[in-house]
């Protein structure tokens, strides 16, 4: 009498697990367009508007987001994107961070650069950067 053949080891749930990404820019024709490329690779939006509206989402319900895709200038002169990233950092909201701005000045992009990754609006290569970051996400386990 033989064995059956054995089954495939099934993959770690955590494989299975949707991904989470918030995207905080005050330009809406910007935001729309995050939110369809975050679409097409499949991974789920949470889309705000400015840092106070970014908060409350975080909050309510309470979520932690595999990526934070932020401007810097967020048209709040409290709190910039760069602020906005070191919180979500620091409380644990987000695992990466990835800022998407056309902010020119030097130490703006140096605080952004230690919190995470940089890639400019405009610049030739941004949507693909950003389709290669948002990729490497889908195939990260958690």
Same mark, same amino acid.
């Not at 400015?50 to 908060?55: G, R, S, V, Y």
């Not at 409290?78 to 990233?85: E, K, Q, T």
């Given at each position: 009498?033989?064995c059956?053949?054995?089954?495939?080891?099934?993959?770690?749930?955590?494989?299975?697990?949707?991904?989470?990404?918030?995207?905080?820019?005050?330009?809406?024709?910007?935001?729309?367009?995050?939110?369809?490329?975050?679409r097409?690779?499949?991974?789920?939006?949470?889309?705000?508007?400015?840092?106070?509206?970014?908060?409350?989402?975080?909050?309510? +319900?309470?979520?932690?987001?595999? $990526?934070?895709?932020?401007?810097? /200038? #967020?048209?709040?002169? !409290? %709190?910039?994107?760069?602020?906005?990233?070191?919180?979500?950092?620091?409380?644990?909201?987000?695992?990466?961070?990835?800022?998407?701005?056309?902010?020119?000045?030097?130490?703006?992009?140096?605080?952004?650069?230690?919190?995470?990754?940089?890639v400019?609006?405009?610049? +030739?290569?941004?949507?693909?950067? $950003?389709?290669?970051?948002?990729? /490497? #996400?889908?195939?990260? !386990? %958690?």
């Amino acid at each position: 009498m033989s064995c059956p053949p054995k089954s495939p080891p099934l993959p770690p749930i955590a494989s299975k697990l949707p991904k989470w990404v918030l995207i905080v820019d005050d330009d809406p024709i910007v935001r729309r367009a995050l939110e369809r490329l975050c679409r097409v690779v499949g991974v789920r939006v949470v889309v705000a508007v400015n840092p106070a509206d970014a908060i409350h989402r975080v909050r309510h +319900p309470k979520r932690v987001f595999d $990526l934070a895709i932020l401007d810097i /200038e #967020l048209g709040d002169p !409290r %709190r910039n994107g760069v602020d906005l990233g070191a919180w979500l950092r620091s409380r644990g909201h987000v695992r990466r961070v990835v800022f998407f701005s056309a902010q020119g000045e030097v130490n703006v992009y140096l605080q952004a650069v230690r919190l995470g990754e940089y890639v400019p609006k405009g610049d +030739p290569d941004d949507i693909p950067r $950003l389709m290669a970051i948002l990729k /490497e #996400l889908q195939e990260e !386990r %958690r």
